[in-house]
Structure formats: C-alpha cells, structure tokens
C-alpha cells in the first residue's frame, strides 16, 4: 500500500467520524406510546363508537369486536366488543419498525389522566349521561332515587370542562344524555362557534340525542349572539328577569313536590326568552317559559331557565326530582322483579338482542338439532366399535379391520360434509331490516340498518354500504355521509359482549375500518357462521311528505301528500298518545286527517290490548296480549322498538331497550310532531350492502324496511268559554 493510499483512507475514516453525528441527529426519533384515555372521564359503553385519546405516536388501535375478532381503526374512535378488554396502539416511525403497546382494562384504573390501563366498559343496555358542570347538578342524586339493580342503573359523568367532548357526533353514540350547565363559562372558554366539538353536538342531536341546557345567571355571556352555545337555545335573548323564589311554584308542580324551593335574600335573575320554538313545559303565572322541550332533528333540546347549581335550586331537597324529571330516565315497574323467569330462556335482556336473535335464523338454512348431533355421534361410535367387531368376528375376518374401519370413518366424514352442505346451502345469505327516518322540518335523512350475513365457507369481505337513493336529494354526494359496524350481542348470553366465560379466536390477524368507519376490510366469517352488522347514514331529503296538520286538545286534522315515486302500505299517523290507521298512501294523492278516521291509543295498538268478558263477575276488562320474547318476526319486534316507552317498554315486553335506544322515537311526539309510519313495497328497500362495489346478496330475499316520516304540526289552543 502507498503513502498516498494510507493518507487517502485516513481522509475518509476522519471524514465519516466528521460527518457521523449529524447522520445521526437527522434521523427521527423511535416512535413513543406513553399512555392512553378512553371515553368520558374515563367511563364508556360496550357495542358503540367511543372516543380513545393517545399520549404520544399512533398509526394504528386494535380492540375486539363482538365476536371477539381483532378489528383496527386509525382514527381516534373505536367501538370495544368486550366489557372486559385490551387495546393495542401501534405507531410507525422513524424507519425503526413498529412500536405496539398492550393496555388492558382494570376496574380500579386510575382516569384522571392518561394511563397504562382503562376501566371496563358499562353495559350496552345502560344509559350514559354526561354533563359539562364543574360544579355538582344533583346527577349522583337523582340516579341515587332510581329503583334499579346497580347493573342497570344508570351511570352519571361530571366532566370540568369541554376538554375532552368529542369532535366526531358519533364520538357520542353511547351517551343517552348530554347536560351542559352553564354557571361558570369558563369550562366552555375555549369553544369557538366554528369549533368541531360544537358541529359533533349538533349532529348527535339531529341524530337522536337529548341535550339539556341549564342557563341561569350567566345567560348574557352565554346566549349572547355569536357565542358558541346560542345555536342550542329554543329562542332569543329578550332580558334577565328578577325573579323570587315565591315564584318558583310551577317547579315544584312540575315535579309534584310537596317541599317549597329555599328563600334567598333578595331576587335572583333569570333569562327570558321570545320567539320560543318548541313547547313550553314550565312556566310562571306572568308566562316566564321556565322549561322549554324543543325538536331538533330527530332528538330534541330541554332549556332549564335557571342554574342547577346555584342557589335557590342548589340548596332545594328535590333538586334530585326536577334533574330526574328533565332527564327522564326508562321506566322499571315495580314488579320487574319477574322478568328473570321471562328472559333467561331466550338469552338476551335487550330488545336489541331479540332483534338479532330473530336476524339469526335464514330461510334455506337449518341447524341441527342437539338430540340430532348425538343420535349422529352415538352412531358413529357404534359403527367403529361394536358393529365393525361384531361383522369381522362373524365372517371370520378379524384382519380386515384396517379396511373397514378407515373405511367406515372416511364415509362417515363424507356423509357429515354432504349433510352440512345440504343443510347450510352454498351461497352468501342475508337477512336486513332498514329503518328510513325522515324528518320534513329540517329535511334530514336518518337511516337505520341491520344485517346478519350467512357465509357457508370461511373467507373474508370487503364491504361498503350504499343507501337507496328514493328519498334522497343528491345520492351518491358528499351529502351523504355513511357510518359502518359491526352488531353486537348485549348481555352476558353466548356470543354476548359481556360474556360470562371467553371463548377462543382462531383469529389473530385483523381485519381493518377505513379513517371515515364507511367501509370494512377483510373482515373474517368462518364456514358456517354469521356476522351482525350494523350501518347508520344521514342524507339530505329529495322527496318526503308534504304535511298541512293541526293539532288541537290531543285531535289532529289535515291532509298529507305523498311525493314518492312508490305507494306506502300499512300506514300508520302517531300523534300525542293517538294513532290514526290510514293503510295505504299513493303518490301525489292527498289524504285527509279527520274524525272519520280510524283512531286508537298508541299504547292500545302497540300491546295489543283488547276488552275480555268475566262471565263470573259479568264485568269487562282490558288486557294486553302478551308479548313473545321467542319470536322471530323482525317486524312484530322493530314495532315494539320504535315507540318501546310509548308501548310501556319494560312492563309490557320484561326487557330494556338501551342499545338500540336512538331508533324509539317516544319522546319526539311530546315535543308536537307528528309521527307516519309505513312499510315500503319489495324493491324499494332503504339500503344495500356491497361486497367489492356489488351486492353482496342480490335475491332481495328476508329484507324489511320502514320508513318514518316526522312532521310538524301547527298547535292550536281551543279558546276557553268564561
């Protein structure tokens, strides 16, 4: 080697020890997983979309679903299958590989902040109420006066600030209540009237959702035009009114109370309101609108004119009662006791269970029996003991053994695949059920669907979801925005989210959401298996009803027009607690709302009920007729759902309908709309579930579709005779 090679060498090695450490300075950091924050304060439900915050870098959160399959998200919401759980973050970074970390849920988590482990998940049957108060509203209270198993009572959230409110209006989807107090307008300092968590708060409540806002003492600051909340209030601004606690009566009527809400020294002022839109529940002699119940959507809006947390209502012993009555949880009879009896052989305690149960069951496809498995089994081992050793014995022929019982086994084998072919079919089934809601004031399109997807082979999907364009104004637009899921088994039956003991997954690979949860990838079903899935979508209205009704002393009247393009069947017309029967409607042909029409008791309708002689007593009485928790008309059940609190909920079917909640729409006919119900003809079902861009089951067999049409009614008060 040459002095000049040596020197040359020398050059490069001093030149790469130069130049090292800014190589190194200009990589990435690894990526870090520091910890995690699941729902609201730490509490959420099972079965929903639920908001997961990351503390570091994230590319990717694996949870299980309801069968206990992997499913992964990329954004920031999941939807948990399992009460008990892990979640796994993975992150990508730096050309370092994959950074994954495993959390677990543990009931004694520490949720104040982000963490290593998270809480078990509540029920999905549970209701979930979450308010913005950074001072105590009498939530614990008033859940505290419930007549209920701690199972099922219902779980209150007290969050300081809007924090940790979610962007998305699916990030609500497990929240049946959302109550924000509006004392200290700090805790809502950092909303702005574009923010995204505002825009998420009003679609929920388009969707379904029930928001109660207390405004007091600050309505100034808070309903002052511009300001962020203002777009929830049922009315305008006019002034703050003095107002004394003697006048404070029409609250404790409005929760029966014997006990006078506490004097204060002087008067304390509360907001008045003009323009009000919706009913007025609560008012003063001198017509102060203390409560106002106002549609919105498809949920609606509970104004409370004063502050829960401030003196007087702070210091009033039933401050419990009016928090109750404003949030108005389900309705549990007083013998509920007698509903373990009723339930337990079916399996579910939802009617969101009884729901899929019945989505369960495909024409063309049979189960065998368990006697049928063990007649074949006792055969089986008969055939390769006993009958193989008796014919051998008797032909003399004890060798031919390793003939015929390999060849016994291989046509038992045989005749097995050929039998669960013959009972199981060859082709992908479905059975669908789609609940179209339109609402005609603020031309929102709601839809609804359920599928249970038969596979006869092991394989996976991809899936996307096309809503049927009869209703809608622009289809296939950006207006159209489509929400994807799986749907799980509430309760602790087999198969169920909160399953009593846990079964194996042969699955470990899984299977993937797009960022905007419209499409699934590689979803696993094994050979002859289901999948229950769920799709929710909103839309803009193209052709709807065109509604000219009034309402006067529980009376409708007026006509309503289709302008469809297709004839509704067995039409129904539900106002106040009256169903009016109109059968068929046909397009563009109107149809009249009067005394002449059919008219009964939704309840009436709903259970069924009917007059009964006692010849012993010679007296005449009503009953109900009972409902049937094992059938399978999705039908008979989707009706029960559909006003399950009109229909005396769980007094009258022994289950709770809180998983499926949003689609009853009890509470929407106390706020003065009128409800029309019908079926839609074959052909024109709500929604279609595709499989690579194609209809994944294209016999349009055992679908069912409802539609709903929400209409405005104008009230008028019949005048009193003096």
Excluded at 167 to 177: H, Q, T
Excluded at 197 to 221: C, F, H, N, P
Excluded at 544 to 560: E, H, K, M, P, Y
Excluded at 577 to 582: A, C, E, G
Aim: hydrophobic content about 40%; proline content about 7%; overall charge negative.
């Amino acid at each position: 080697m040459t002095r000049r090679t040596v020197i040359l060498l020398l050059g490069l090695l001093l030149s790469a020890g130069t130049f090292a450490p800014a190589v190194s300075h200009a990589m990435p950091p690894p990526p870090e997983i520091l910890g995690i924050r699941v729902g609201f304060g730490g509490v959420y439900k099972v079965g929903v979309w639920t908001p997961v915050e990351v503390l570091g870098d994230v590319s990717r959160i694996i949870v299980p679903d309801g069968d206990g399959i992997p499913s992964q998200v990329t954004g920031g919401y999941v939807r948990f299958g399992r009460v008990d759980s892990q979640l796994t973050v993975e992150a990508e970074g730096g050309g370092q590989g994959i950074a994954r970390k495993v959390f677990s849920s543990k009931a004694d988590a520490d949720v104040t902040g982000f963490g290593l482990h998270y809480r078990p998940a509540i029920g999905a049957a549970r209701q979930l109420i979450v308010a913005v108060a950074p001072d105590p509203i009498g939530l614990e209270a008033a859940i505290g006066l419930l007549r209920q198993d701690e199972a099922e009572r219902p779980v209150a959230v007290r969050l300081p600030d809007c924090s940790q409110l979610p962007d998305r209006w699916y990030g609500y989807e497990g929240v049946d209540v959302l109550v924000l107090s509006t004392s200290r307008p700090e805790a809502f300092a950092d909303l702005k009237p574009d923010d995204a968590r505002l825009e998420a708060i009003d679609q929920w409540i388009r969707m379904g959702g029930k928001l109660i806002l207390s405004v007091g003492s600050q309505a100034e600051t808070v309903l002052a035009e511009g300001a962020p909340l203002a777009r929830f209030a049922p009315g305008r601004l006019n002034a703050m009114v003095p107002l004394r606690d003697t006048q404070m009566g029409a609250l404790e009527s409005f929760v029966l109370s014997s006990l006078p809400v506490p004097r204060v020294e002087g008067a304390f002022e509360v907001p008045q309101l003009t323009d009000v839109r919706g009913i007025v529940e609560v008012r003063e002699a001198d017509s102060m609108p203390l409560v106002i119940r106002t549609p919105r959507g498809f949920g609606q809006v509970i104004f409370l004119a004063a502050d829960l947390d401030r003196e007087p209502l702070s210091k009033w012993a039933d401050r419990p009662e009016l928090v109750t009555r404003l949030i108005e949880p389900p309705v549990v009879p007083s013998d509920d006791s007698s509903e373990s009896s009723a339930v337990m052989q079916p399996g579910y305690r939802d009617m969101a269970g009884h729901l899929r149960s019945a989505m369960d069951r495909y024409d063309g496809v049979w189960m065998m029996p368990f006697w049928g498995v063990a007649v074949l089994i006792v055969v089986y081992l008969l055939l390769i003991g006993p009958c193989d050793y008796l014919f051998l014995r008797r032909i003399g022929r004890m060798r031919w053994t390793w003939i015929t019982f390999p060849t016994v086994v291989v046509a038992f084998c045989l005749g097995a695949y050929g039998l669960a072919h013959y009972l199981k079919g060859d082709r992908v089934r479905i059975n669908q059920v789609d609940l179209v809601d339109v609402d005609m004031t603020s031309k929102l399109v709601r839809g609804t669907s359920w599928f249970s997807v038969f596979s006869p082979k092991s394989q996976t999907y991809d899936l996307t979801f096309r809503p049927n364009p009869d209703v809608l104004a622009r289809p296939g637009t950006p207006d159209t925005r489509v929400l994807l899921g799986w749907f799980g088994l509430p309760g602790t039956a087999l198969g169920g989210m909160n399953p009593q003991a846990i079964s194996p997954v042969a699955y470990s690979q899984s299977y993937e959401f797009s960022p905007q949860l419209d499409q699934i990838s590689d979803m696993p079903i094994p050979v002859g298996s289901t999948k229950c899935l769920t799709a929710r979508w909103q839309a803009k209205v193209g052709a709807g009803i065109d509604a000219d009704l009034t309402g006067q002393q529980q009376s409708l009247s007026g006509t309503i027009t289709s302008g469809l393009t297709f004839p509704l069947t067995d039409c129904l017309l539900a106002f106040d607690r009256w169903v009016y029967r109109i059968d068929t409607i046909e397009p563009g042909k109107p149809v009249r709302i009067d005394s002449s029409v059919r008219r009964s008791e939704l309840r009436t309708l709903l259970t069924g009920q009917h007059v009964v002689a006692d010849t012993e007593k010679h007296s005449y009485h009503q009953e109900s007729t009972p409902y049937d928790p094992a059938s399978l008309d999705v039908s008979y059940i989707l009706n029960k759902m559909m006003f399950f609190e009109a229909a005396g909920g769980r007094r009258y079917t022994k289950l709770t309908n809180g998983y499926q909640r949003f689609v009853d729409l009890s509470e929407l006919l106390k706020t003065g709309r009128a409800v029309l119900i019908a079926a839609a003809p074959d052909g024109h079902h709500g929604a279609e579930l595709l499989r690579d861009g194609r209809p994944l089951d294209d016999t349009k067999e055992n679908r069912v579709t409802f539609y709903r049409f929400v209409l405005p009614v104008e009230r008028v008060e019949r005048p009193t005779n003096h």
